[in-house]
């Protein structure tokens, strides 16, 4: 299984923010190799993976992370981003959404928001962590956030170490330009 530099600059966030995951319920959408959702899961938070319905094999290596971590109470789920599914709309209260890499594909960039904003609203004190590779200048998501009526704060790399070549005695993220953000839902008072 490959893990993406966003991944690890992602897992390092949840890591220094342990004390915040602890007893809370986290999805992590796009999952893949679940880098995220484990270091959640070891923190002591109660996690659901998920990853595309039509991508049985990114939901196997949900599993496999699991398994190969002793983690036996987390929850994989197939969901498909953009589709409000019976499986998206049964899922418990959400205290965070996480997604490393997500913003890979422009064409998917509405389709990610359209489920981060049903699941905001759904849970209006929950917060998206997303960390993404910056792969062009021209990608922007602002106007998809002002659509959807989505507030964004950027967190800088070295706010929790992750500003590094290596991380976790990985060469991941290297090189990368990573990006971390924290997205929320628009209050009445625009904050």
Known sequence: MYVWPSAVVLAQYLWTH???LRGRTVLELGAGASLPGVVAARCGA???????????????NCRRS??????????????TWGEVSPDLV??????????SDVFYE???????????AFLLRKNPSAQFWTTYQKRSADWSIEALLHRWKLNCVQVQLDTFNADKAQLAGSTLPGSHSIQMMIITLKTEAGL
């Open 18 to 20: 342990q004390e915040e």
């Open 46 to 60: 109660d996690v659901i993976l998920s990853d595309a319905v039509k991508t049985p094999l990114c939901l196997q």
């Open 66 to 79: 699991c398994e190969a971590n002793g983690l036996h109470r987390v929850l994989v789920l197939g969901l």
């Open 90 to 99: 049964l899922l418990p209260r959400l205290d965070f959404i996480l997604g």
């Open 106 to 116: 422009p064409d998917d960039f509405e389709d990610v928001l359209v489920t981060v």
